[in-house]
Every structure is written in structure tokens, then in C-alpha cells.
């Protein structure tokens, strides 16, 4: 594929618009990603009869939301949920009216979110960063030390087969994740943040022999198939949110790929 090719089918740069809800729906495991940015109103997350024949969003879904913004809160069937920055809300299926709203139009929140299809109902949670269960990895002499911040998984909120959380590199740290791994049996998103405006992510993808790669800037999520490593590394340090979904939700089921096998 070429480089365009390879952003036409799995890059999505069309997040945070205010006063928005862009969505991106995938057919790989069914996932849709999108965001809402409530600046001048509040908004209101609804489902689509074309792909996926809904009466409302969560009809047979449930949603993973984290605010990488300011502080704002979400409505959930006439239930308000406070969403601090880098709170994550679980919101499961069978939930009707979901609205999305800022506590100041200068500095609004912005919710990112990912939905896989639900088979089972589980309550709607809030959760907070200091809340999350918490993997401090890497050292600063390789450039990857990070904290994995684990918030829907099955030691935390629980859901039907959602798994999400977000990642933060310390100031001199680059790399995401090495070495590289595949996840077999299930899906990821990734979403970069905190990347800065003169910076960017080389996040890779693609088989272990047959490489390729995805030039990420802020505000960017990447969709990364069962069958594609993942990896990334930056000009500087940055966050990213992960989601991911598939037949388990153990978050160490993966696959490493030894360096030697990379091309």
C-alpha cells in the first residue's frame, strides 16, 4: 500500500471539531471511534440508521468516554457524571440519552471515545487517573519509561469486552511500546494527545517482515488490526489513549515480536 493508501484505511484525523460528533465506524470488530467538543451547546450522541440500524447509540453498544480536555460533564438517561481531565466513563448497553456538555466555552471539555458491539449489560462508571490500576515500565536510558493507566478492564470498570485506558511517557521518553507486539485476538485503537504542534508520532503497523508506518499529530487515532504490530515513537514525549476489543479482555494477551524479526 502506499502511504496514502495506508492513511485512507486506517488513520482517523477528522476528531475534536467543536461542536461536533464526528464518528469513524470500522468493520474491524465493529468499532467506532469519534469525539465531542460541546463549546456553544451541549451535544447529544445519537445512533445511525445506515450503519448501525439503532434506534439510539447504545442500543446494542457500550461506550468508552476519557476527557483529555478541561473539565465538563456528561448525562447519562438524566444521570450527570463530573468528567475531571483524564476522567473515564463507562457507559453500557441499553443506556438512551447520552449528552455531552463543557463547564466553560473557553476552555472546553473534549471527549474522546470508542464503542464495541455488547452482548451482555453492565452498569454505566465513572472513574478518576488517580483511580486507575496503575504499571510504571521502561527506564529513561532507552527512552520509554511510561505509566500505563488501566481504567476499563477487568480489574476496574467492567464491560463486555471493552478495554481502555491511557498511556503518559515522562519528559525524555519516546517509544510507546517495545519491543513491538500483535494482539491476535483482538483489536486496538490508539489516539494521540499532549504531542504539541511542532512535533509527531511515528506510530508503526503492518506485519513483522513487511513494516510500514503512520506519521500521527495531535488529536489522531490509528486503527490497528489483529493481524498488525504496533508500536510508536516520537519527536518528543506525549500521551495516548488506548481502546481495544475481540474475544478477551486480558490486557497482557499479546504477542511480542523479537527485534530481529522487525523489517
Known amino acids: 500500500m502506499t502511504t496514502e493508501e495506508i492513511r485512507k484505511s486506517f488513520l482517523i484525523d477528522n476528531l475534536f471539531v467543536p461542536d461536533e460528533i464526528p464518528m469513524t ?31 439510539y447509540f447504545c442500543e446494542r453498544r ?14 447519562v438517561d438524566g444521570k450527570k457524571y463530573i468528567m475531571a481531565p483524564k476522567n473515564a466513563l463507562y457507559i453500557g448497553r441499553g443506556t438512551k440519552e447520552i449528552v455531552f456538555e463543557s463547564n466553560s466555552k473557553k476552555s472546553p471539555a473534549k471527549f474522546y471515545f470508542v464503542s464495541y458491539p455488547a452482548h451482555k449489560e453492565f452498569p454505566t462508571a465513572h472513574t478518576t487517573i488517580a483511580e486507575a490500576d496503575k504499571s510504571h515500565l521502561g527506564n529513561q536510558k532507552d527512552a520509554n519509561k ?16 471493552l478495554v481502555m485506558g491511557l498511556t503518559e511517557l515522562e519528559e525524555g521518553s519516546v517509544w510507546n511500546t517495545m519491543p513491538s507486539h500483535t494482539h491476535q485476538r483482538r483489536s486496538e485503537v490508539y489516539m494521540y494527545y499532549n504531542v504539541g504542534p511542532d512535533a509527531l508520532v511515528v506510530h508503526l503497523m ?58
Open 62 to 75: 457500550e461506550v468508552g468516554v476519557i476527557n483529555i480536555g478541561d473539565e465538563g460533564h456528561i448525562t
Open 206 to 263: 503492518g506485519q513483522p517482515g513487511e513494516t510500514r508506518h503512520i506519521l500521527m499529530r495531535e488529536g489522531q487515532a490509528v486503527l490497528n488490526p489483529s493481524w498488525s504490530l504496533h508500536s510508536g515513537v516520537g519527536t518528543r514525549n506525549y500521551s495516548f489513549v488506548w481502546a481495544m476489543g475481540g474475544e478477551n479482555q486480558v490486557f497482557d494477551d499479546m504477542d511480542s515480536v523479537i527485534m530481529d524479526e522487525l523489517r
Open 25 to 55: 465506524y470500522s468493520d474491524i470488530d465493529r468499532s467506532i471511534t469519534g469525539s465531542a467538543v460541546p463549546v456553544k451547546k451541549s451535544l447529544k450522541l445519537l445512533g445511525t440508521k445506515k450503519e448501525m440500524s439503532a434506534e
Open 146 to 161: 511510561r505509566t500505563i493507566n488501566r481504567m476499563i478492564h477487568l480489574k476496574g470498570i467492567p464491560s463486555c469486552q
